[in-house]
């Protein structure tokens, strides 16, 4: 299937590694152009060396939990790439530990007030495209309880910006900007939560494979296809919906 992405600008939050990088990869795959950001250079220039091999791909150094800085690399990153087409959230404070209010601090300076000033500033951007798309990732832990050692913040965050996301399809869905969210389920990366927690908690990471019907965790692969689906104009009557990605781990029931 084409997803009509090719010539197409996107920004990926915390593109340089783990979810977002299969993210940046797949949209840079289909023919888009991608503005990624994050806090270290030194990270940040690997990712655009590497990626870049597949197509344009800038980076900028942003912390999402300075509202300056977002709004900067918005700006910046409109400029770079000659407008703003899709927007992917992934930038996260996310596997905080401990208790206390700075977890909470920190999930809410990044993935609920930064998040929210990234499509903000994107806004006017958007409202000119003829492709316009915003995904959000979130987890399942916003919407059923999971009780892997991070702190509670996390996904009271993460459902916080579903809510953010419904509302913008409501608010903006009038001026062709659609906007959904995905929430993965264990997904196991190289160097990611679950592959740490591989090795520290055996016993977690076992009990939760085999929680899936499949008997395995999904891929950074399998959620990024869901991402360039839904950023793409063959997703175009898809709008104000959470996608849950997680292989039949969580039992809701979604009627």
Known sequence: MDLH??????LVSGGHKGLGRAITRRLLEEGASVAICCRRRDELDEAVA??????TVVGHICDFSDVDAVQAWVRDAAEALGGIDICVG???ASGQRGDGPEPWKNS????ILGTAMFYEAAHPFLAESDAAAIVQIATITAIEHHDVPISPSYGASKAAGINLIAQLA???GAE???ANTVSPGPILIENGRWDDIRERLPELYE???LMHP???MGTDDEVADVVAFLASSRASWVNGANVVVDGGYTKQVGF
């Open 5 to 10: 992405l090719d010539g197409t600008r996107a």
């Open 50 to 55: 590497t990626l870049g091999e597949l197509g």
């Open 90 to 92: 992934n930038a996260s």
């Open 108 to 111: 809410f300076a990044v993935d």
């Open 170 to 172: 409501q608010r903006w």
């Open 176 to 178: 062709g900007i659609r």
């Open 207 to 209: 009990r939760d494979r």
């Open 214 to 216: 499949l008997e395995r």
